[in-house]
T-cell receptor
Framework: AQTVTQSQPEMSVQEAETVTLSCTYDTSENNYYLFWYKQPPSRQMILVIRQEAYKQQNATENRFSVNFQKAAKSFSLKISDSQLGDTAMYFCAQGGSEKLVFGKGTKLTVNP | DTAVSQTPKYLVTQMGNDKSIKCEQNLGHDTMYWYKQDSKKFLKIMFSYNNKELIINETVPNRFSPKSPDKAHLNLHINSLELGDSAVYFC????????????FGPGTRLLVL
């Protein structure tokens, strides 16, 4: 069975600082993909970053990067130079051959 | 242009009524999904369709019936609405399968009174 765990229900960070959101997952599949989605107060689900499990190199997208530890089944998201617009719910998700499974989310607040 | 659109965005209705939510994607994707997000923000898949065929039905009550007239549309019909159906419903699409990036619609907030 696929499971995704986000152990931090809420986090806060000062503007311009760096924050890391944790995610662990479990799957029996060998080929899978990992995602971080952002849901701002507008409730739109927005893809932040995507990682293919077969790639060792960590994905990076501007201020967003991941630390993918395949053996530990860990997939954390680092946000550098946090901005007020980063305030949102962040969902980690794991997609395999059948479906995308989401974690329960981390509510991130960026303080001015 | 909106990639994945849903109508309506808000739906307030009485218990026992029947309602539908429509979803359309103009991305040319083969696979479409319905998700339910509850009051605690937990997002769970309900259905997925690939090229009009049902692929996943996640133990959803049979009061919920998805319909895909073509691969660009996936509608959700809900019969005999219950209080517990109150949630935000998201439609999404991807090129093929759950390994591809899914693009989400804006969500439909359903409130059952």
């Amino acid at each position: 069975a696929q499971t995704v765990t986000q152990s931090q229900p809420e986090m806060s960070v000062q503007e311009a600082e760096t924050v890391t959101l944790s995610c662990t997952y479990d799957t029996s599949e060998n080929n899978y993909y990992l995602f971080w989605y952002k849901q701002p107060p507008s409730r739109q689900m927005i893809l932040v970053i995507r990682q293919e499990a077969y790639k060792q190199q960590n994905a990076t997208e501007n201020r967003f990067s991941v630390n993918f530890q395949k053996a530990a089944k860990s997939f954390s998201l680092k946000i550098s130079d946090s901005q007020l617009g980063d305030t949102a719910m962040y969902f980690c998700a794991q997609g395999g051959s059948e479906k995308l499974v989401f974690g329960k989310g981390t509510k991130l607040t960026v303080n001015p | 242009d909106t990639a994945v659109s849903q109508t309506p965005k808000y739906l307030v209705t009485q218990m026992g009524n029947d309602k539908s939510i429509k979803c359309e994607q103009n991305l040319g994707h083969d696979t479409m999904y319905w998700y339910k997000q509850d009051s605690k923000k937990f997002l769970k898949i309900m259905f997925s369709y690939n090229n009009k065929e049902l692929i996943i039905n996640e133990t959803v009550p049979n009061r919920f019936s998805p319909k895909s007239p073509d691969k660009a549309h996936l509608n959700l019909h809900i019969n005999s609405l219950e209080l517990g159906d109150s949630a935000v419903y998201f439609c999404a699409s991807s090129q093929i399968g759950a390994s591809e990036t899914q693009y989400f619609g804006p969500g439909t907030r359903l409130l059952v009174l």
